[in-house]
């Protein structure tokens, strides 16, 4: 593959399987490319069953490595320097089991590398902040984050850790501003963000409908609607930016879990605020497309709870049934 005048190997992919392969790399990039020794530090490697045929020709084998978090253990391996033209080949290369994703390696230097498709299964030591649903308000049991946990640990007691973080009432500003301050001490390899709902909450005086009523007559609220709404979500894009730099500087996998369904019937004024399923949708949308530019994981958690208002307590929060259901569907997702 010759290199045109406007291409260049600006990216960086850490690679400790068959991509080292001269072979594959023939077959993916049309020959070999510039590599250089890495290694990844808090990993290990674990087999994957390969199924594919095409990545089976390419690699000669059916059984590649995959990559999970283990404390003190390092992967010894390569970086290869490739063009965006022979990023997309790679990734095209890589079946599903796999997602491209940043992380540390053992000089400091960051870079892409294949992770586990499903981001909580490799974990070893999690560490979740949030609101009070991720806090498990209603539920004795500790909520959907109690469940998780009591699964995660009994994977490995010895080894596996989950450390529920989360304060009730909490924005994404606040979560961005505490956990910082939390981590070391913990030593996470994945932080489970769960939060935002209260980001979407609105003033309870500030209906439509009533503040439509206040204005001048020929004039409308909307514009100033969604005028609020890009503010809004333009100080969550940037209490992400700052637990995604958090989590990459303590070498953990950013999880960002999505809004639970809501029945605005049922919700109650909280301090002042209220919470509408036009807002809450808008905020899942909006963090999808965040997570998506950005190369990390999200965990929709809209749909277990979708049109079951038996299942929460007030509107909003749910109830240990709706835990147990929210448990369910994010342990499918993400485990």
């Known amino acids: 593959m010759r290199l045109t005048v406007t291409e260049s190997r600006t990216h960086t992919l850490f690679s400790f399987g068959t991509l080292r392969d001269e072979r594959v790399q023939t077959a993916l990039f049309g020959g070999a490319v510039p590599t250089s020794p890495a290694a990844l530090a808090g990993y290990t490697t674990r087999p994957l069953k ?3 045929p095409a990545v089976i020709a390419a690699s000669g084998l059916d059984v590649h490595l995959i990559l999970e978090r283990r404390l003190g253990a390092s992967v010894e391996g390569t970086v290869l320097h490739l063009t965006d033209q022979e990023l997309a080949a790679a990734d095209a290369y890589e079946v599903d089991d796999y997602t491209r994703r940043r992380v540390v390696l053992s000089s400091g230097a960051t870079t892409w590398a294949y992770l586990d498709a ?8 999690i ?15 500790g909520g959907w984050a109690g469940h998780l946990a009591a699964a995660h640990i009994a994977g490995n007691e010895a080894e596996r850790r989950l450390f529920n973080l989360a304060v009730p009432g909490s924005t994404l500003a606040d979560v961005g501003e505490q956990t910082p301050a939390l981590l070391a001490a913990r030593r996470p390899d994945t932080l489970l963000v ?3 709902i209260n980001d979407s909450a609105v003033p309870a005086a500030g209906t439509t409908a009533q503040a439509d009523a206040d204005l001048p007559a020929g004039s409308s609220s909307a514009s100033d609607s969604d005028s609020e709404e890009t503010a809004d979500f333009a100080r969550v894009a940037g209490s992400l930016d700052t637990l995604a730099a958090t989590a990459l500087g303590h070498n953990a996998r950013l999880v960002v879990a999505g809004p639970s369904w809501l029945d605005e019937d049922r919700t109650r004024d909280y301090s002042g605020l209220r919470f509408t399923r036009a807002r809450a949708l808008a905020l899942r949308a909006f963090l999808r497309a965040w997570c998506e530019a950005n190369h990390i994981d999200f965990l929709d958690l809209w749909e277990p709870l979708r049109e079951r208002t038996e299942l929460l307590v007030d509107g909003l929060h749910p109830s240990a049934e709706g835990h147990r259901a929210l448990y369910e569907h994010l342990d499918a997702l993400g485990r």
């Open 127 to 141: 560490v979740v902040v949030g609101d009070s649903i991720a806090y498990g308000r209603c539920d004795p049991r």
């Open 194 to 196: 769960a939060a935002g």
């Open 118 to 125: 499903k981001p909580l299964r490799p974990a070893e030591r």
């Open 50 to 52: 390969i199924t594919d």
